[in-house]
């Protein structure tokens, strides 16, 4: 059996009785790349915040590498090797991306000395190599706010990548992106995904279509079912939660 890098077992989550999470069972290997899709309120949010413990499951236990996250807060999940990326980019818009990185890279210095204390060469090196990654050598320079949106959500995912976690959460990452920001998105997370554990939320299908392997559908707090893309396209519950109602 695969080791497992993240499990639910019978998460539920309720807000004032309404179950945002009913009885969730869920788990994923380590190296996968899972994309989990599903109608609005299906419970995507939520998801992601139990795991990163903004929010505590009622009942039921969130494991991570095997280890139970229960009562953790969330700075300490986040240190045990969970990163999230949320929509909107969270970036210093008036530092260039190199340095964005830096500071990412450098989370111990303050921003001040790692802006202008010499870095050294691994460091150099592993920005450089970031940079080439995500596709902004030519624009390492300029003050990220210049960058357009598509550059903006490649520059959030290296300096989550940065932060060297080993299970990645990535919220929505091509919502508003043209079709060509969507597909280099896509193709950084599959070459990030040759090396890293990946869980990405996303409604456009074109781009589910691109990355997934596996697709987990999630509807009203449960999953509703798995398989690669075909398999969910073609599920009959699916397109009658979910993919009949979405325009096209
Ligand atoms: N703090 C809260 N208090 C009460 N209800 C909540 C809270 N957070 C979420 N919910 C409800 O739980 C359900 C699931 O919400 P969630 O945001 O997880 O869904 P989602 O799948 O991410 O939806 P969307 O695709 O619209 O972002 C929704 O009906 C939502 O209104």
Redesign the pocket.
């Known amino acids: 059996m695969n080791a497992k890098i993240l499990e639910t077992e019978n998460v539920t989550v309720s ?2 009785g ?1 179950k ?1 999470l009913n009885q969730l069972n869920f788990s994923m290997d380590v190296g996968e790349l899972r994309v989990v899709i ?10 992601l ?1 139990v795991i990163t413990g903004k929010v505590q499951p009622t009942v039921g236990r969130v494991l991570f590498k095997g280890r139970n996250l229960r009562s953790l807060p969330e700075y300490k999940i986040a240190r045990l090797g969970i990163g999230r990326k949320f929509q909107t980019p969270r970036i210093y818009l008036n530092l260039t991306p190199r340095e964005n990185l830096e500071i990412t890279i450098n989370k111990k210095k303050n921003v001040f000395s790692t802006l202008f204390e010499h870095s050294n060469t691994v460091e150099k090196n592993n920005v450089k190599g970031l940079l080439e990654t995500i596709g902004l050598t030519a624009k390492a320079d300029i003050r990220a706010a210049l960058l357009s949106h598509g550059e903006k959500q490649r520059l959030e995912i290296g300096m989550l990548v940065a932060q060297s976690p080993d299970l990645l959460l990535v919220d929505e990452p091509v919502a508003g992106l043209t079709d060509e920001e969507t597909y280099n998105i896509g193709e950084l997370l599959l070459a990030l995904a040759q090396s890293h554990s990946i869980l990405v939320i996303e ?1 456009d299908m074109e781009f589910v279509r691109q990355i997934a392997k596996k697709v987990t559908v ?1 509807h009203e ?1 449960s999953v509703l079912c798995e398989g690669n893309f075909e398999e969910v396209q073609n599920d009959s519950r699916v397109i009658e939660v979910y993919l009949g109602k979405q325009e096209e």
Do not use: I, W
């Open positions: 807000f004032d309404f945002a599903g109608p609005n309120g299906a419970g995507k949010t939520t998801f915040d409604h999630l707090g």
